[in-house]
């Protein structure tokens, strides 16, 4: 049975930092492509950031670029997303999401939610 | 970059009839990489159909997907009072997905 499990999110300030972890089983992890998505209150989702299956090649949405840090540990069978500088508009449940080439964002968490609020 | 737009942004109709979903692409895309899925309050995105027109495992019959090129469609057949949520479609491209707007499918 596939699981995906996110955590590590909570309420910090504007500024703050935040570690995102999505644990995995069911499937091979290092053959799939992992990804964050996230979903602000009342919007529509929004791809994060993807990492490769290796772990060397990552992409970054423009709104996130230079301040969050996808990357994994494929002997941990996890994914994290390393959130700095955060803003009130990154509040959102955060989805981790495994997919590979014709079939992206496959098996979804249940989200974790970052709320940055002063 | 490649821009999704739903349509309707919300569809009203009852249990039984028949629900057809636009997705345009601003410019051509991969079949391939034309993904649809279905999101509830407080659950997890599921996937409906990858590749324009597959079905995910475990997806009822009763959805289909078609297009190609900047006009995707996503077809329900006679709705089940489980299918009434929001849809997107959602583009992969060469270094990152564009997800449409979203279309709320809601009980009339």
């Known amino acids: 049975e596939v699981q995906v499990v996110e955590s590590g999110g909570g309420l910090v300030q504007p500024g703050g930092s935040l570690r995102l972890s999505c644990a995995v089983s069911?499937?091979?992890?290092?053959?799939?492509?992992m990804n964050w998505v996230r979903q602000a209150p009342g919007k529509g989702l929004e791809w994060v950031a993807s990492?490769?299956?290796?772990?060397?090649?990552?992409y970054y949405a423009d709104s996130v670029r230079g301040r969050f840090t996808i990357s994994r540990d494929n002997s941990k069978n996890t994914l994290y997303l390393q959130m700095n500088s955060l803003r009130a508009e990154d509040t959102a449940v955060y989805y981790c999401?495994?997919?590979?080439?014709?079939?992206?964002?496959?098996?979804w968490g249940q989200g974790t939610l970052v709320t940055v609020s002063s | 970059e490649v821009v999704l737009t739903q349509s309707p942004g919300t569809l009203s109709l009852s249990p039984g009839e028949r629900a057809t979903l636009s997705c345009r692409a601003s410019q051509s895309v991969s079949d391939i990489y034309l993904s649809w899925y279905q999101k509830k309050p407080g659950q997890a995105p599921r996937l409906l159909i990858y590749g324009a027109s597959n079905r995910a495992t475990g997806v009822p019959g009763r959805f289909s997907g078609s297009g190609s090129g900047t006009d995707f469609t996503l077809t329900i057949t006679r709705l089940e009072p489980e299918d009434f949520a929001v849809y997107y479609c959602?583009?992969?491209?060469?270094?990152?997905?564009?997800f449409g707007q979203g279309t709320k499918l809601e009980i009339k």
């Open positions: 959602l583009q992969y491209g060469s270094s990152s997905y564009t």
């Open positions: 069911g499937f091979t992890f290092r053959k799939y492509a």
């Open positions: 999401a495994a997919g590979v080439a014709v079939v992206p964002l496959q098996h």
């Open positions: 990492v490769t299956g290796s772990g060397d090649i990552t």
